[in-house]
């Protein structure tokens, strides 16, 4: 029998179905579940009877930021309808950021938006009841082989290996930083002199967040081939708790020092290590990549 | 005693001994031989300490630095506020300037002055950094706090240690007519008033 | 006879809706569309930096999000001309945004020809094949949003245009495997969805050619066409498009008289009984999206159809496929040309204005999407967004019913109506923003 998911949507853009739809080898996956119903996928079941409450489930899998009451499908509010079938699974399941912490959409109402069993990183009331059955991947949206995963994971009755957060460790353990391209620029703390410009780190100025970021974006790279600071985009921390945060564009600093450090790395350690390589020209680092002595 | 604990404790006597010659005789004048016979030892076991004295001096200006920056990491430390710490460590910097003059006056005419002594391996800041990561903590907590205003790091480098280097030279120079601990407060003051929020 | 209510929810369209239907004497008299909850982007993204909407408007949508990035990024970079500073994107900044728009362009209408229409008209018709449509729509939005990936970092949710051009900085290495999976692209456009090489495709112009097209499109087609639903689905023949594209330019097309428009005279309006706000020109309903591309470009084959069909659901069904031909020629012509000596981005970094306001359009695959921003003190005090299937589904005006709305009416079942309602691409997510 194969294990039957339901895929419910709540407060959500829908970004996390968009990206599990991307996955290369989607339909070998699915093939290992029955699918109940799904926001774009055909399922065994309509909306309609997923609104009774009456169709199984034995993995919920659930997108967008909750809300207990005000969001009304046929009639039902959302909330209701989540708790039916998060007592009936066996796994749950919070894809995105939005239903794991928040996310964007909790910024509308702070008091009554939040994940479904964590408000930003604390946990809900709810949490007590659904501990033991959830796995949590945030990222906005989240990547498609981290649902992968612990779909297979759950096909072949693993258990998942998961942080305090919930969140799998054989995916979260990495930082973003983790095999970003830049990083022997992060080495040697060479900024990046504008955007558009494949040399240069993207932490000092331009706010990224990979170095305390987890998630495994430039280990599995995203649509199989890239990454947000692979193409000069600083990571804006999407799978945080706190995401999004304010000027993500920019580093904040007091007196050029980055006001949070990389994760795990005291402050003191990064500062030596900064005013050790900053006493260093490296030539190559101040040449264009390609502009070697050929 | 164990053999590395005394290794260390001569070590140390060594840069003491060599920052007092410096100071008294310059350091272009002092040379090794001196520094040995000033310490009863011969030249070739200083040599398996230095292994010359271009090194020694690398190894003074880390000393000095850390010397500096594990005082200031305790002043960082505490639990008190931005316009305290600057006058904890303006009265370290200039108490050591009385008590110790031969450290801060080997930064100041040995130092900087000897530029040549310590560009291949002490370029930049790489070996000054026991203190200037220290300074580097105080000013990030100070800004994060929103005591002191946020700006270029070495603009307010620049003010709070220049204008520290400027005094210890003065007083070196013999020009000031009090003892240097009289200027604690004023120059506390002026430097927490010109890089207060 | 007295008049019945009936309300149905409608599902799959990138969120849910809800119709509700007035019968009069056996025919659908009005529709009432609403929508339940509304997330509030734009309260959102008050007070926050102004580049800060290049992150949070593409989460408007999981299915257009690279459309809300560029008119979020439009929309700045026009306030910056408004207050003096001027803004020169290089050819190949213009090139990659404009080539990774088409991408997502292309996945979402393929994505709509085979995971709603084809199931839903199979479904309709009662003529379920057992063919996985989904599997065809997966494989190409991956392949098609990899390659947009190469440029913008990722798909879903890239933020890589900023002012001044975009983050990336390709190599050729990038330029040939984008190239080869649009190609790939095409081999599936040719082989899959019209069995019809894709030059001859495009040069189809008279409506006799039509069934020439094999394939998945093909398959469509006919069913449409030996069902006589070529002839409903006519709505107001009026038809609109805000942003300069490859697909069009801007302007209107009332019949087929085509003339020029003005963002300024777009007004937004509250609705009753719905969180979705209607929008009108010059106080007039219009319809957006690939048939009013078709139209105010004087599409060859779409002006042939709309000569003997009107606006009906034909037309409109075959103007969306068709786009993603148009789309995949001008990808592959714009990769062969780009010219990648030029500079990414011509914006200095620190070159902030604190006090601007700006509007940035773009065609976006279900139409026109305007962004307008207001910044002061480097926050932004105001932000709207008017997405396209805000245009289509309004519920009116005093004199008329809303686009979607009039081409259903007459309808005499629901089955009938919403299939109709599913030919306009509606995205509920959009609408709620």
Not at chain 1, 37 to 47: E, K, N, Q, R, V
Request: charged residues 25%.
């Amino acid at each position: 029998m194969k294990p039957k998911l339901l895929w419910l949507q709540a407060i959500t853009c829908n970004g996390n179905t968009h990206s599990f739809l991307n996955h290369p080898d989607l339909f070998s996956i699915l093939s290992h579940f029955e699918i109940v119903h799904h926001p774009a996928l055909d399922g065994s079941y309509s909306m309609e009877d997923v609104i009774a409450g009456s169709v199984p489930c034995d993995i919920l899998i659930l997108e967008g930021s909750f809300v207990e009451e005000g969001f009304l499908k046929g009639g039902i509010e959302v909330s209701k309808l989540i708790k039916t079938y998060a007592n009936k699974a066996k796994h749950i399941i919070s894809a995105g950021t939005c239903a794991t912490f928040g996310g964007i959409f909790k910024q509308k109402d702070p008091d009554k938006i939040s994940g479904f069993c964590f408000d930003l990183g604390e946990k809900t009331s709810r949490y007590a009841s659904y501990a033991s059955k959830l796995v949590s991947l945030p990222g906005c949206p989240m990547h498609p082989k981290w649902m992968s995963y612990v779909l297979m994971m759950i096909a072949n009755n693993r258990v998942i290996e998961i942080d305090n957060l919930h969140r799998p460790v054989e995916l979260y353990g990495y930082t973003v930083h983790t095999g970003c391209t830049r990083n022997e620029y992060f080495e040697w703390k060479i900024d990046t002199k504008n955007f558009g410009l494949k040399e240069g780190c993207l932490f000092y100025e331009q706010g990224c967040q990979g170095p305390h970021t987890r998630g495994s974006c430039n280990k599995i790279l995203w649509n199989d081939v890239s990454s947000k600071t692979r193409s000069g985009t600083p990571c804006f921390g999407c799978t945080e708790p706190t995401f999004p945060q304010i000027s993500l564009y920019s580093t904040k600093t007091n007196m050029g020092i980055p006001a949070k450090m990389p994760l795990g790395i005291p402050r003191r350690a990064y500062l030596t290590l900064t005013g050790v390589t900053k006493s260093f020209k490296i030539k190559r680092f101040t040449e264009r990549l390609m502009d070697y002595d050929k | 005693m164990k053999i590395a604990e005394k290794k260390a404790i001569k070590r140390e006597s060594i840069i003491q001994t060599a920052l007092q010659l410096f100071s008294v005789n310059g350091f272009h004048k002092t040379t090794i031989p001196d520094i040995a016979g000033k310490l009863q030892m011969s030249v070739g076991n200083l040599y398996n300490y230095f292994s010359s004295k271009d090194i020694l001096a690398q190894e003074i200006i880390k000393y000095t630095s850390e010397t500096l920056g594990k005082k200031i990491r305790v002043v960082n430390e505490l639990d008190v506020s931005a316009e305290q710490k600057i006058h904890k460590i303006v009265d370290i910097y200039f108490t050591m300037a009385k008590e110790k003059p031969e450290m801060i006056e080997y930064f100041l005419r040995v130092y900087l002055s000897n530029r040549e002594v310590f560009s291949g391996d002490c370029q930049g800041m790489v070996c000054v950094s026991g203190f200037i990561t220290e300074i580097m903590v105080f000013f990030d907590d100070a800004v994060s706090s929103g005591e002191l205003r946020n700006q270029d790091f070495f603009s307010a480098f620049g003010l709070f240690m220049g204008y520290l280097g400027g005094m210890v030279f003065l007083k070196g120079e013999d020009v000031l007519p009090q003892g240097i601990e009289f200027y604690i407060d004023d120059i506390s003051r002026n430097i927490y008033n010109a890089l207060k929020a | 006879m007295k008049k019945l209510h009936i309300k149905q929810l409608i599902e799959k369209i990138e969120g849910e809706a809800e119709l509700d239907f007035t019968f009069n004497e056996g025919k659908i008299e009005d529709v009432k569309i609403n929508f339940g909850f509304y997330r509030g982007i734009e309260e959102i993204l008050q007070g926050k930096d102004a580049r800060d909407a290049l992150v949070i408007t593409p989460r408007v949508c999981g299915i257009c999000n690279h459309a809300h990035l560029l008119a979020a990024v439009r929309a700045i970079e026009n306030g910056y001309e408004n207050a003096g500073q001027k803004i020169e994107l290089t050819s190949k900044a213009k090139e990659i945004r404009e080539f990774t728009l088409a991408c997502e362009l292309i996945q979402n209408h393929i994505k709509w020809l085979y995971m709603t229409l084809l199931p839903q008209i199979e479904s309709y018709l009662d003529c379920t094949s057992e063919e996985n449509y989904a599997v065809k729509a997966s494989y190409l939005a991956s392949k098609i949003t990899k390659a947009l990936a190469i440029f913008a970092g990722q798909w879903p949710h890239s933020s890589y245009a900023v002012p001044g051009g975009v983050t990336c900085d390709p190599t050729y290495v990038d330029v040939m495997q984008a190239q080869s999976l649009v190609d790939e692209c095409i081999t599936f456009f040719e082989q899959v969805v019209t069995e019809l090489p894709l030059d001859t495709y495009l040069n189809i112009e008279y409506c006799a050619d039509l069934h020439n097209i094999g394939g998945d499109f093909g398959k469509l087609l006919q069913l449409i066409g030996s069902s006589g639903m070529t002839e409903i689905g006519k709505s107001h023949d009026r038809f609109i498009v805000f942003g300069d594209c490859i697909l069009s330019k801007s302007g209107k097309s009332i019949g087929t008289k085509v003339t020029n428009v003005n963002s300024k005279y777009v007004k937004e309006t509250e609705q009753v009984g719905t969180v979705a706000k209607a929008v009108t020109y010059k106080e007039r309903l219009y319809e957006v999206g690939p048939l009013a591309r078709g139209m105010v470009a004087k599409r060859a084959i779409v002006k042939n159809l709309h000569k003997r069909y009107k606006d009906s659901l034909l037309t409109r069904v075959f103007a969306r496929i068709h786009e993603v031909a148009t789309l995949l020629a001008y990808s592959k012509n714009l990769l062969s040309n780009l010219n990648l000596e030029e500079a990414s981005c011509t914006l200095d970094l620190h070159a902030r204005l604190q006090n601007f306001e700006g509007t940035g359009v773009v065609e976006a695959a279900r139409g026109a999407l305007i962004h307008k921003t207001t910044v002061k003190e480097g926050r932004i005090t105001n932000y709207d967004i008017i997405t396209p299937t805000q245009w289509n589904l309004s519920h009116g005006t005093k004199g008329e019913h809303g686009i979607a709305i009039e081409a259903m009416l007459g309808s005499k079942s629901i089955e009938e109506a919403t299939f109709i309602f599913r030919t306009f691409d509606v995205c509920s997510v959009c609408t709620t923003q």
